[in-house]
């Protein structure tokens, strides 16, 4: 398998650990976070033996915003950071009903 340059998120939920690769939606679960995270990596390999079974991971690749460069599929922008939005319900204004016209 090429190498793959992805984010991968990961959190907890309950007694689950959950790891994401958004930016192609998919995801996994395991026991541990080393668990997801392999998991995670067993669902990429078959989703793309599948999409080059049927002739369409080039295309799957590149509507996500990633090229294949010999034995690198790599993303054509990259993330710069993550920021952490301000609490929003402090100042938010409830949402006015819409009224018939």
């Known amino acids: ?12 939920k309950g007694k689950w650990f959950l790891a994401k690769i958004p930016e192609l939606d ?7 976070l080393e ?3 392999a998991n995670l990596l067993e669902v990429v390999k078959i989703q793309f033996d ?3 079974e049927q002739g369409s ?3 799957y690749l590149s509507e996500c915003g990633y090229l294949i460069k ?3 599929i790599e993303p054509q922008s990259e993330i710069m950071g993550f920021e952490t939005l301000p609490d929003i319900s402090k100042n ?3 949402p006015k009903a819409a009224t018939p016209a």
Do not use: C
């Not at 998919?26 to 541990?32: D, L, W």
């Open 57 to 59: 991971l080039e295309e």
């Open 50 to 52: 599948e999409m080059r």
């Open 26 to 32: 998919f995801v996994a679960q395991g026991q541990t």
């Open 35 to 37: 668990e997801a995270k």
């Open 1 to 12: 398998m090429p190498t793959l340059k992805v984010t991968i998120e990961t959190w907890q």
């Open 70 to 72: 010999g034995d690198v």
């Open 92 to 94: 938010s204004r409830s």
